[in-house]
């Protein structure tokens, strides 16, 4: 691991991958009922190479490489959690949760309700998301409204180290199933995490930048996009919040509708698809809060409605950027 | 346009039994030598920042999707692997085309839309190189039964590797296959490596016990030797063929390059001296060649010939793709439904 830098104010700067790889041998320090599993995720520290090194300290009998069998791995972490440990399961790509459908939609969902509250499933399942990396249609995918619609499931969609971190502290703590989705493109994003100890909650959105104008509410990355589409708009003088709801499922609701009172307009801006998706649902939420403060209908920008094509002169018109959030804003602001 | 491969034509009968004459087996050299060119050339892509996304090299594994192909008719199925280059090339597939698809070009085989993993060449039966893991297997059982329903006479092969013994999806349409006695040949390429794991800390028991289990004909072998390799493949295609059920085959291989081109520092799964004595040993293009020449069935010249010729092949495919352009961005929205 490089020695860490120092941010503006002194504090460390680790990139988006380290945060997560710190979270974890913190945990696994921590508690001796955690545990990581997933495919090459020990020496080869996953093909991100995220969790590099983490197999030196903990062993391969905390740090598991695994056959290519997400359901079983998403299974054994199901019954691993009602039993008295807390899997971390890593699902290399996101577009492979679809292979773990029953076991987190059907068994990890259900369980503590079914059994009218007596046992929990106390796991996290680690993947990815986002596209933009030239991985084609079945690696770029990011599916995070698949969990988000399931009663039972909380989702988490960090999008700087800081709140990486802290989130899948909470997450590894929670006592329910969690799916936790980092977006491929920012592993090597730097940000300011301290050294102390800290967890961030579920369900608490974080005003990533404040503005009167018009609110964006984004999550993972199209945090960075929103706020890079910011700095643009306020060059021509128009202030944007950026509202980062960290958690897809619980919403933070309340913070979301008020910053879309105060600036009376907003956009919502997530990589999933924009078919009944995450856009979809806090566009709804803003809607249903905010109505009598709107001065322009809700906006909303996703992934383009297509199977992510290879082609880099196709794929990047598939997914919000800098530019086109920024053109959406002025526009709904009325200017052209 | 690139030579297509020398393939029987649809319909007709299957291979006679009988071993392929000394044209057959160049041939089949010819396919290896064009794998081989095909793959060097997508490495030089790849390293000299012309190629976006991932690049699984087949180099090393020629002798299986040759030997294995070179049994089939041109309108039998293939489902193919992220390691597909080699499959869809011995299925017939045209360098140019492929290679303007892995660049992303409107030229490409899929239009630029699918990459290296996930060309599809419908004329020549190719129904699809795959990036799930073990994620074609069904598509090649619903193929097989599809022809059984048809009574079209035609197989289909499942390549994969034997990382994708880990999915639940083989085992399910392994059972089907043998249940309704499918015309499915399942060929486990196994390169020992599951990415970046040996497959024997993700395998338990013996690979081939898991067909036995299901009752499927298997046979293990060495994937190195392509009269090995395509002689059972001629074998199992007509026991299929002829009604009597699947088969699966567990071909002994190895990948020369890393996982994907990007996968350099490999000592820490495996040696040195592992990979130079498969290189030096077991190259299953040398070893042909030694065969071929031991039985006097052609002399050096040829083969340098049909080296030589592959290369200048796999060059102008290579240049077309590059000048190709890419599609246009209107195409975004096209193929979402038929
Ligand atoms: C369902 C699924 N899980 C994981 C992956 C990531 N992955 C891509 S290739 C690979 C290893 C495949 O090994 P094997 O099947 O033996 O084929 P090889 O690469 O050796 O040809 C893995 C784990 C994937 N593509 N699909």
Redesign the interface.
Known sequence: MSTPEAGKNGARVLTFGEAIREALAEELRRDPTVFVMG??VA??GT?FKVLLGLVDEFGPDRVI?????E??ITGLGVGAAMTGMRPVIDIMFG??IT?TMDQMVNQAAKIHYMSGGKLKVPMVLRTTMGAT???????SQSLHAWFSHVPGLKVVVPSTPYDAKGLLKTAIRDDNPVAFFEDKMMYQLKGEVPEEEYTIPFGVADIKRSGSDITIVATSSMVQVSLAAAEKLAEIGIEAEVVDPRTTFPLDKETIIESAKKTSRAIVVDEGYERYGVTAEIASVIADGAFYYLDAPVKRMGA????I??????ED??VPTADTVMETAKALCGRV | MAKAAKQTKPKTPAKAAGSPDAEEWLTMYQQMARIRAFEDRVNLLYTSAKMPGLAHLYIGEEAIAVGVCSALNADDYITSTHRGHGHCIAKGAAVDLMFAELLGKAAGYCKGKGGSMHIADQDNGNLGANAIVGGSAGIAVGAGFSAQRRGSGQVAVCFFGEGALGQGLIYETMNLAQLWKLPVIFVCENNMYNEYTHFSETTAGQPIDRAHAFGIHTEELDGQDIRLVHETAVRVVERARRGEGPAFLLCHTYRYHGHHVGDINREYYRSKEEERDWVENRDPIALFADWLLAEKLTDRSVLDGIEAEAKDEVERGAQFALDAPYPDPSEVETNVYA
Do not use: C, K
């Open positions: 495919e090459d020496e080869a093909a490489d695994s056959p290519i069998s359901p079983g577009d492979f292979l990396r030239r991985s084609a249609a079945q690696h383009m409605d297509v199977p094509p290879f082609s880099p002169a196709l018109l598939t």
